[in-house]
Each structure stands twice: as C-alpha cells, then as structure tokens.
Nanobody
Framework: VQLQASGGGLVQAGGSLRLSCAAS????????MGWYRQAPGKQRELVAT???????NYAYSVKGRFTISRDNAKNTVYLQMNSLKPEDKAVYYC??????????WGQGTQVTVSS
C-alpha cells in the first residue's frame, strides 16, 4: 500500500492550501484515512480523519478552518486548510488504516505559514 501526499507549500497567514493523498489501495478496503502533523520538536498529532462511511473527526485547533473529504472514484483524500496560522506550520502526513488492520503512512508534505 502506498500513499502519495501532495499540496504543501508556503502561504501567508490567513491563506489557504489543499493537501491531497492518493492511496494505491482501493478505497473500499480502507477503514479510515486521516492527516497528522508534526512540528519541529513536537510529537505527531492528529489533524483530521474520515471514515469509510464519511464520518469526520477534527482536532480542536483546526475545527472550523480545515475540512477533510474523500473522492472514492480517485481513492483520494483531501485536506482543505483555510485561515492558516503560523502555528499550523508542520510536516503533514497522510495515514490510512485498512479493514485488515494495516496502518500506513505517506511521505509527508511541508506546510509553512508566514506571519
């Protein structure tokens, strides 16, 4: 199983970015997918998840600003990030947990927010 993440970059505070994560596994074998992030010197933390029935979960710090969604036809999950803040700066990782219990990570994509 491979996860290909893309969409990171540099943006000013208040701006937007959209991350994409394409899964090599059929999305119908996926239990849930999500995004995590890790800032320098900090532990990796949950950002958002979406289940195979479309239920979503968000970290409190991103609620109302970030939206996770999935495109089943493309085996892809997206993270729309609006109203970005300098504290959102981190490496963002895509994660997949499949129905067999497999847990997979993408390569990470850097998000930098300038103040």
């Amino acid at each position: 199983v491979q996860l290909q993440a893309s969409g990171g970059g540099l943006v000013q505070a208040g701006g937007s970015l959209r991350l994409s994560c394409a899964a090599s596994e059929s999305i119908f074998r996926i239990n849930y997918m999500g995004w995590y992030r890790q800032a320098p010197g900090k532990q990796r933390e949950l950002v958002a998840t979406v289940t195979n029935v479309g239920s979503t979960n968000y970290a409190y710090s991103v609620k109302g600003r970030f939206t996770i969604s999935r495109d089943n036809a493309k085996n892809t999950v997206y993270l729309q990030m609006n109203s970005l803040k300098p504290e959102d700066k981190a490496v963002y990782y895509c994660n997949e947990v499949d129905i067999y219990g497999g847990n997979y990570w993408g390569q990470g994509t850097q998000v930098t927010v300038s103040s």
